[in-house]
Every structure is written in structure tokens, then in C-alpha cells.
């Protein structure tokens, strides 16, 4: 059996919504959440794909987000970020590979996400085209410690373990 771990890191700016004139809003794992902050960010900022992007692209060693989706280029300014999934896997599937499962932590100080996170589970299962069970959502505070903890922004971490198609 062929197969490939990935691992993959975000971070995104938070600021309050209604400030620079842009909207913001709170994307994470493709689900809407309610704040008083929003992502800053080229596309809709959702760190929690973005991770997940890079450790799947890592895995089948085909670069980064940045390579595939550059945010120097106009046609991913405000893209949803469940799009650039989608491509992803599209680039694995492409090149032999699919996914095994995924595992992502989400660094948030708040508002608490549980009560989204079998939503998103269910998002990132519906774009990676695989089950539910295959897709493990976390969440978890920096304890007031650090840019998280200040509220100044979101981390994510994805892992991820893809098989080639011929298992």
C-alpha cells in the first residue's frame, strides 16, 4: 500500500467587523460563524482550509496554496475557500493520490466553535468527496497566551494521511 502524511499550518487576521471598510466575517472549516470579528485575508480567509490545502498538496509533494492559488492573482480575491479544496483534491486526484482521513485543530481564544464543528466536518467531507467519519474537526484555546489568546487572530493545523488510487 502507497500512502503519504501531509502536514499543514494557517494563520489569519482578525478584525472587527465593520472596520476598513471591507467585509469581514468569521470562515472556518466552510461554516459562517457569528462574531464581532472577521478574517482579513486575499480570499475568505478560512485558515482552517487553508491548512488542510497545504498538508494535502504536501503529502502528494505538489507545492503549497501559494503556488496553486497566489494571492498576487485577482481570481482568487474573495474565493471561497471550500473552491480551493476542491481543486486540491482535484490536483491529487490528478496525480494517483486520494484522501484517508484528515485530523485539524483550530486555535481560536473565541467565541467557542463547537457548536459548528460537526458542520464543518460535514463541509470538508462534501469537498474532499469522502465520509464524514473520515474528517476530525478540533478546537482548542492558547489559554489568553500569545496573538490567539489576544484575539488578534486564528491559527490552524491540519494532518493528513492520503492513499494512492490503485490501494
Not at 502507497?2 to 472587527?16: C, P, Q, S
Not at 498538496?57 to 498576487?72: E, K, N, R, T, V
Request: proline share 2%; glycine share 14%; aromatic share 4%.
Amino acid at each position: 500500500m502507497n500512502f503519504r502524511i501531509g502536514h499543514g499550518y494557517d494563520v489569519h487576521r482578525l478584525a472587527e467587523v465593520g472596520t476598513g471598510g471591507e467585509k469581514l466575517a468569521l470562515r472556518l472549516g466552510g461554516v459562517t460563524v457569528p462574531h464581532t470579528k472577521g478574517l482579513v485575508a486575499h480570499s475568505d480567509g478560512d485558515a482552517l482550509i487553508h491548512a488542510l490545502c497545504d498538508a494535502l498538496l504536501g503529502a502528494a509533494a505538489l507545492g503549497d496554496i501559494g503556488l496553486h492559488f497566489p494571492d498576487s492573482s485577482g481570481e482568487f480575491r474573495g474565493i471561497d475557500s471550500r473552491e480551493l479544496l476542491r481543486r486540491t483534491v482535484g490536483l491529487l486526484s490528478d496525480t494517483g493520490w486520494r484522501v484517508g482521513n484528515v485530523d485539524c485543530t483550530v486555535m481560536l481564544q473565541a467565541p467557542r466553535i463547537r457548536p459548528y464543528i460537526d458542520a464543518m466536518r460535514r463541509e470538508l467531507a462534501s469537498c474532499l468527496g469522502v465520509d464524514v467519519g473520515q474528517v476530525s474537526v478540533k478546537a482548542t484555546t492558547t489559554e489568553r497566551l500569545g496573538f490567539v489568546g489576544r484575539e488578534e487572530g486564528v491559527a490552524a493545523e491540519a494532518v493528513v494521511l492520503i492513499t494512492s488510487q490503485s490501494c
